[in-house]
């Protein structure tokens, strides 16, 4: 039951984050067109995984990215020092998701191409 009660919590912060998060929806619709194209840039098993998963964690880091920000809003909406920092580290770290996705994509779509 408890299960049950995690996966409905999650599926909330995903809406949650699909109604309200502009970037979410751009990232959303990335992913939607991409999830179909995997499988034909993808030579094995493992770069399919690897071309979902670097997919799956951009989605996720935003949605952490999200929780923070919305956390840090209700904590001050003054101009603070520490919320900035928090904001911009959560801010990075969506920036390193999209660079390890671009990566994985972009060597798979090499060796699909030159390979």
Do not use: H, Y
């Amino acid at each position: 039951m408890r299960q049950l009660a995690a996966f409905r919590n999650s599926l909330a912060g995903l809406r949650f984050g699909l109604l309200r998060e502009a970037a979410l929806r751009e990232e959303m619709t990335l992913i939607a067109a991409s999830l179909p194209v995997a499988p034909l840039i993808a030579r094995d098993p493992w770069t399919l995984v690897a071309l979902w998963g670097s997919l799956l964690l951009l989605l996720s880091i935003e949605l952490l990215n999200t929780g923070i920000e919305k956390l840090a809003d209700r904590v001050t909406r003054q101009d603070d020092e520490l919320v900035k920092a928090a904001k911009d580290c959560g801010s990075a770290a969506v920036l390193m998701a999209i660079l390890i996705a671009a990566m994985v994509w972009g060597v798979a779509l090499w060796d699909r191409v030159f390979a």
